[in-house]
Structures are given as C-alpha cells and as structure tokens.
C-alpha cells in the first residue's frame, strides 16, 4: 500500500490527501515528526519536510508539487491541471500563488505563531506577526471573492488543482478559526462547495491531539 | 515578440531566462521594479512579482514554474522535464528544493539583506540573517557535491529543469560573491560547465547598476 508521511497542519500535505481522494487513489497515511529529523525520514527525503509519497514498489516522492504533477501523469482521471497549455498555465499559477505567497503570507505564519511554537516549546507567539498575517489573509480574501465571482471554478470551468490548492491552505487556517468568512460571500460559498465533496471528508474528520478543531470547521453549514 | 518582465538578482526570471534560452525562444527583456507596485503591472500579474512573460499574442504568464511548464509543453525541443513520470517528478523535486528551500534559505536571504534593503532605504544588513543563510548555503553545497559526484546532471543523465534551478540560484549568489567554490570541487565543475553553454552568456554579461559583479563572475574558467 502507498503510504503518505503527513502532518495534519501542513496545506502540502492537505494537497496531496485532497489530490489522492480525487483520483480515488488508495493511501495509508502516517504523522511525521519533521522536527525531530528522523534519519530514516531523511533518507527518504533530504529536505527533512512533509509531504512524502511512498509508492507500492517503493518509489519515493517528495515536494508536493512534484508529487501532484506525478499523480497527474500517472492518474490522470479526472484531470486536475487542465488540458491546454493556457489553461495549465492558469491552474499551476494559481496553485503557485497558495504555495508560495498565501502561505508565505498566511498560512506558514499562523501555524507557526499559534502552534509550533507553544509546541515545540519556542516561546509565546508573536502579535505583530499574527496581526500582520490576518490582514494579509482579507487581502487573499478578496482575491478570493473576485474569482470566485467570475469563474464557476477557481481557475475556470472545472474543479482543478488550484481549488484544491486554495482549500489546503484555507482548511489549515480554517482549523485555526482564523477565516472572518461572514466578510466573504462567494469564497464561503465556494469552500461550502468544495467541503461538501467526498474528497474533503477525512479532513473534516481530522483531530489534531492537543488542539481541537473550533465547531464550525466540520460542519458543512458553516 | 514576447517580453519576460524581470529583475537582474531574481533567480526565477533567471531560469526563465535560462530555459527560452535553452529552447531557442526570442524575447525581450524588461526591467520591473516590483516595489513600486505599478498598477499596469499589477494588472498583468496580481501577485506584484517577477518573473512575468507577455507571448506576442498578449498571452500573460505568470509564478516561474507555471511558466516553465509551459514553456516544455508549447517548445518541447529540447526536453527539459525528462520524459517517465518518476524521471519529471525528481526534476521537478529538485526545482522544488531550489526554488522553495534553497530560497527561503539563501538566495531570499542573502539578496534581501546585501541588496534590496540598502537599495530601498531599509536599513543596514543583518550580519545574523547573512551568517545564518551562510551557513545554510554550506549545507546546501555539500548537497549538490553529493549529486554531482552521482550523476551526470543534476536530476539524472540529462541537462534539466533542475541543473537550470540550480544555476539560476548559483548565479544570483555568486553575483554577490558569496560562494567558496574552492571548498566544493564537484559544485563548481558542474557550475563551469553550466556557464559555459551559450544559453549562460547573457547571464554573465548583466550588469546590475550600481552593483559591479566580483571579477570571477563573468569567468569561464573561475
């Protein structure tokens, strides 16, 4: 069985889980504990970071952009990246834009402030920057909302990997209670779409040891 | 013809510039200086970076790996993605490592603190911030001997996305004058070899004003 080294905050991870469940590929899943830099888990992966994919015949997958356009090319039913080149290019800018800037900006700040550091014992977490991550947080937000007011779907007519993207960071900050999402018609709308698929329900199962989801996270009329 | 928005140190307009190079592509090259948030610009990509690519038919592209993707899908001569889905997916692993590790690690780093902040009236340099990604460039050099002393080429027995990445980064460090390649013999032969195909020349040829390159920069045989 292909097994996914995961942890439950990390949007990466989240990716890969939602990507998987798409294409109804079977997977175990097992916590890493990146911090602890396992030798076993750097010989699978160098970098030291979540997530890894552990095919069947022992294949080694690591940095989730690199996984996904694997699955993509190995799975490609149903397609997540489009087809013509253009509209690729839309869907991997997108997925881009959360990776890189929504979680340099967002997610990678909240997470780190509000939970590595209080459990990895780094000290208290600091306001300035969690201020500052939430007010970039409305300014994606609004981005957000602008998309969602003019395509069915994030990166056009159909459900891609940039939904799945957006719903991977969105979800972990989400578990934080941090997304004012009554400020935010069409993104709300768009992730009750995207929650209510059967791809997002072992997410909404997650629980976190120690940090329990707020109420509305699981709930689909949120 | 087609214009690749850019600036001289960003390693992504770098491997831009690298692959329409490799894939014989005509360009031109525009200077944008992202900080000031130019509303044309802004409007082309909303995310404010660098690199942008504007096709001769208004086509806009922008976020460097959605760019290269499609840049091998519409020039596929030659390949720089390898050809197996296992192949792609350690090219794209190590673009990954450039792009997000090596980056957030060094480059960023190192540009941030040696350039941008003295050139946007930011304050003085952090020796901590440049003693640190230092350091981490050791780490990261050491990585690359280990591969170079494997493989042929980065990813594996062909030039590629990953040798491009690798070379983009390099560069914008070595512009700085910060690398001790006599300490990492293999790194600094693969380097040579890199720099010495006619897809590097323009690269060696930039230069940034105020900013002179250290002698060995433009040096084929440093």
New interface residues.
Partial sequence: MRTLYHLWLSPFSRKVRLVLAEKQVEFTMTVEPVWERRREFLALN??GDVPVLVETDG?V???????C??LE??HPDPRLIGRA??E???V??L???FD??FDREVTDRLVTEKVMKRFLGLGEPDSRQIRTALQDLTTHLN?IDYLCERRDWLAGDNLSLADIAAAAHLSAVDYLGDIPWEQHQPAHNRSARIKSRPSFRPLLADAIPGLPAPRHYADLDF
């Fill in positions: 160098p970098a294949t997958l690591s940095h989730s952009a690199a996984i356009e694997y090319e190995t080149p253009v690729r290019a839309e991997r800018r997925v881009g834009w890189t800037k981005y």
